[in-house]
DNA sequence: AAAAACTCTAAAGCAGCATGAGAGTTTTGC
DNA sequence: GCAAAACTCTCATGCTGCTTTAGAGTTTTT
């Protein structure tokens, strides 16, 4: 080895790179080795070649793809730089944004598995304060109470594809319930009135956005859509045996969905509510 | 086709979510049609199982691998879940981390090219103010004005080395530069003390951090290192002529490095610059 | 001179799809 | 009822930025 060129694998010690990726960026032109022996073809870098390839690694760390970075230290453009400097700068802030959002829901999901071990059994009744909770929604356009779980589906799509028209994201698509009107849930009617999902304070405002109050509810569990019937039955029985004036509408809220165990039935954990005043 | 059943196209569609998606995930199991035509080979789906496609949608949104979004889905075990949402909530963290970094070293660096463009003619003295300025340095071993460039280029590989030895973002590392001792500048020496690069208020505390008091300061201009000691010559005999007290110690800022020009020597633009006193 | 360390080329693998070719199938429109 | 349009099939390839492996050859160290 001569003493000022350096082998491949010195040249990836000192600059903290792995020999492969230089040879990659031999291969595609990005930085070629400043001389090759003839016979065995091994690869002699400068140290001069430092600077660029410092250059490439800086580049690269502002998020640059190798073809881009290929082009400008072709090109010598500074302006080039620039322009895909500011378009990355756009990406950059973007990622940001779906970061954020991914993290709340990560949070979300976990606080909601956390509820869903602590959760009260079957069946059970209770009396809870909810707090106010920010809800998008859309009508549904069918009662599905009275077909079957297709129509749900349907409608759910339709939630769904509202939330990607508006270019809204899809994220809390987990936290998902129906609403009933006052009057049907009184009536022992089952009538569905609203699709929602839960949103958080971070969701953008918006047309259909609306804020559920806060307040004393009466509530029961259950896992499956299928009792939904049966146990709102229950809660409207144990309303009136109490004597608590109901105040407003019949939620059922998913709590949470993990459809792990079956390939075609949603698994879930399901609480229906409805808002109480005591006299 | 059957009026339950859906066909890959129809599926696709309300799922938003392309064809040829649902035929991966077919093949790696992950959710499979629920009929096949024995003939055609054609795959059809229940709209039913809209509900395990969320599923893998929304843990996909999550940023979960596909792997993990099977192996969940067929353990059916939330505990496995949480784990690996915890794992996720840390790398989002760090992404984010890194996203904001390099957000602000984009941000420089976009900087740095328009004043480059705005930049005084090579060789014109300035007198600025200069605010105050953070910097990561460690002391030369060699004084790299006495032999060529490539040991300065070991200095800087020392430099660099030492960010990763200390777990640092080597993301500043195109804002370099070296400073010199006050008596060593005055008595026309040329020694070298330390090589350190400019860093943010951002960068983390630590041992090599040093801060640069703001002041006024007699500058040069220049865009090679090879001219250096001229250069610094200059602004010796202008700070004499003028009868400028000299303040403090000698800086030889890299304003903006692109070595697009060239393969092997730095492109530059260089500020050497001392404090001054005025009297 | 043998052993250890290094380097070469060429190819495959990774994730999560997208795209395309060429052949077969189903639906639509008249 | 039949052609055309639309859809679907399988299989293969490509994308990014490397990493890994295999098998063969070269340099350096002992």
Redesign the interface.
Known sequence: MKS?LLSIGEMAK???ISVSTLRLYDEIGL??P?YIDGESRYRYY???????L??I??MK???MELKEIKE??E????KL??SI??R??KQ??E??AN??L??A???R??ES??R??KSPSIGMITIEYIPHRKIYSVPTSMNFYDYG??VY??E??KL??SL?KHNLP??Y??NAGTTMKKESFLEGRLESDEIFVLVDDEFPQGENIKRIESGMYVCIYLDSFDEEAEYAKRLLEYCEENNYKVAGDYICEVLT?????D????GMFLRLQVPVAFR
């Open positions: 000022e000192i600059n903290n930085i070629k400043c400068n140290i001069r070649q430092n600077a660029r410092d250059m690694q800086y760390a502002l998020g400008v230290l090109s010598g453009d500074t730089i620039e400097l500011i990355r700068k950059v802030k990622q940001m970061l954020n991914q993290l829901a990560i949070s999901t976990i598995l956390e869903y071990r779980i297709e589906e349907n759910l799509k769904k594809n990607i899809q994220i698509y987990c969905e993990f459809s792990v165990f390939d075609e039935k949603r």
